[in-house]
């Protein structure tokens, strides 16, 4: 069952559980999007890479 069929009915779980998946995966294609726009700047030598 998803959110779009005509049965669903929101129910506070429902909303707590897809909230907190929400975010989960909005922090992880955050950092995914981060990593890969990096990337790509040091490919095309727009940034060094720095050792700490």
Do not use: C, D
């Not at 069952?1 to 005509?6: E, K, V, W, Y």
């Amino acid at each position: 069952m998803t959110p779009l069929s005509f049965e669903w009915q929101w129910n506070i779980e429902y909303t707590i559980f897809f909230g907190l998946l929400y975010i989960a995966l909005g922090i992880i294609g955050a950092g995914l999007t981060v990593v890969v726009i990096k990337t790509v700047l040091q490919a095309f030598g727009f940034m060094r890479e720095r050792h700490f």
